[in-house]
């Protein structure tokens, strides 16, 4: 089992930027599939971004491609989320997630694909 942290959020004005973690406990960090979600007030957790095991074939969502970028470091047990040029509708807490090793699962932007989470970091973009 793995224990996850996130961090990074905070307030930023629309155009900037933030690097959000998610620092990862024991050591099989490279066993993991992760993703990143969000939930705004009043909404659903919807997908952001996911990695592989290996740290290849990023995926993202429509909403965010072209500005934010999910990346991992091995050596540091941990997942990034480099978000650019914010928008007002990115507010919302964000979430990272880790995929179960031992299933088969196929799928990456669900949040039943996921089996363990973060606590949540909250992200607010002011107009």
């Known amino acids: 089992q793995v224990q996850l942290v996130d961090s990074g959020g905070g307030l930023v004005q629309a155009g900037g930027s933030l690097r959000l973690s998610c620092a990862a406990s024991g050591r099989t960090f490279s066993s993991y599939a992760m993703g990143w979600f969000r939930q705004g007030p009043g909404k659903e957790r919807e997908f952001v971004a996911a990695?592989?095991?290996?740290?290849?074939?990023?995926r993202y969502a429509d909403s965010v491609k072209g500005r934010f970028t999910i990346s991992r470091d091995s050596a540091r047990s941990t997942v990034y989320l480099q978000m650019n040029s914010l928008k007002p509708e990115d507010t919302a807490v964000y979430y990272c997630?880790?995929?179960?090793?031992?299933?088969?699962?196929?799928?990456?932007?669900?949040?039943?694909?996921?089996?363990?989470w973060g606590q949540g970091t909250q992200v607010t973009v002011s107009s």
């Open positions: 990695i592989s095991r290996t740290g290849g074939n990023p």
């Open positions: 997630a880790a995929q179960n090793p031992i299933k088969s699962v196929s799928g990456y932007d669900s949040p039943n694909d996921y089996d363990y």
